[in-house]
């Protein structure tokens, strides 16, 4: 590991976090459907790490469970602040009531009605924000300041990213001899927490950062060599709708990332269709991007370098409106 990003985030932190949320989050199901292999059609094996059924329907409260954990007596009674366009709200809210404090949700206007009504069925305040003019990180920061609450980012935290890892961390314990793992980027935290889990137990595995076309910040940036950003991608991944690779997480996913790929909001909905279809998993656009990316490789080279592979795809999500999920897949 290398000394700059080592003292943020380590092996041993995921660990740590793994112990200390045993009993708070599942440990999600990793799932196999010989169908969908084969309706892949990369003669590769497909292993679905399934963070659409974790607590509050995502990979976030992990995260989210694990920062809030670790708070001060003091910190837990002035409460916790965060910005989130869904999940990691969702998340926050949950994890601060279940430790008795409370918790202020940036949102912004055009968020999902489902998440935000999960956020504030879990006792959360929600302000709304702007996504396209405003910047979260100022709103939250000002509301922090003025009542004294403690900023809990949706990934650019260490004990974020660790509670994060502990997706890699289940993965490889279940499925050892993975030869590549696919996991969706937005602001990095996931991709930051999996590949420092994975790294030092399979280090010949590939790790994957899959983003949408539209917002390939992540891409951009490995290939200037330092973090870029971009305007609001404008896709139905909402969850990724990221304009830059974090702070503390881009250290990390540049240097363990074998590459970061993307796909069309088309493959996504593909992806979305193949879940429901061969395994009945509701999946919300974010959620399906990585399984959207193995696809994608299987379509385009008939997936000749996918043959013979076992593949870990990581589910991030399940968080959308019933009508909705139908309406992008075409199910009646």
């Not at 990316?293 to 795809?313: E, M, P, T, W, Y």
Request: hydrophobic share 45%; aromatic share 4%.
């Amino acid at each position: 590991m290398s000394a700059d990003w080592a003292a943020v985030l380590s092996f041993a932190d995921v660990v740590a976090a793994a112990d200390r949320l045993a009993g708070t989050v599942e440990r999600t199901p990793v799932l196999t459907s010989r169908a969908l292999d084969v309706a892949v059609g990369a003669g590769a094996e497909l292993f679905l790490k399934a963070e659409c059924r974790q607590v509050t329907g995502s990979f976030k409260f992990r995260g989210a469970s694990n920062a809030i954990r670790q708070l001060t007596g003091e910190q837990l009674r002035r409460g916790v602040i965060t910005y989130s366009s869904g999940n990691h709200a969702q998340a926050v809210a949950k994890a601060a009531r279940m430790v008795g404090t409370d918790a202020v949700v940036v949102m912004p206007h055009d968020a999902p009605q489902q998440k935000v009504a999960a956020t504030e069925a879990e006792g959360a305040r929600i302000v709304r924000y702007d996504r396209y003019c405003e910047d979260r990180v100022a709103v939250a920061g000002t509301i922090a300041k003025a009542e004294g609450r403690v900023v809990i980012p949706p990934y650019d935290h260490p004990a974020v990213m660790a509670g994060q890892g502990t997706v890699g961390l289940e993965l490889v314990e279940e499925v050892p001899d993975l030869d590549a793992i696919y996991v969706p980027v937005g602001g990095g935290g996931l991709l930051a927490g999996i590949a420092t889990a994975i790294d030092p137990i399979r280090p010949e595995a590939e790790i994957y950062g899959v983003e949408p076309e539209t917002g390939d910040d992540h891409r951009r940036s490995r290939r200037a060599g330092r973090r870029v950003a971009i305007d609001v991608p404008v896709t139905i991944a909402d969850g990724q709708q990221i304009t830059a690779p974090g702070e503390l997480t881009w250290p990390i996913t540049s240097r363990l990332a074998t590459a970061f790929v993307t796909v069309t909001d088309d493959e996504i909905v593909a992806a979305m269709r193949l879940l429901y279809d061969h395994l009945d998993l509701v999946v919300e656009p974010s959620g399906a991007s990585a399984m959207a990316a193995v696809h994608n490789r299987a379509v385009r080279d008939g997936g000749a370098d996918l043959s013979g592979q076992r593949i870990g795809v990581v589910v991030s999500g399940g968080n959308i409106d019933r009508a909705r999920h139908r309406e992008l897949i075409g199910a009646g």
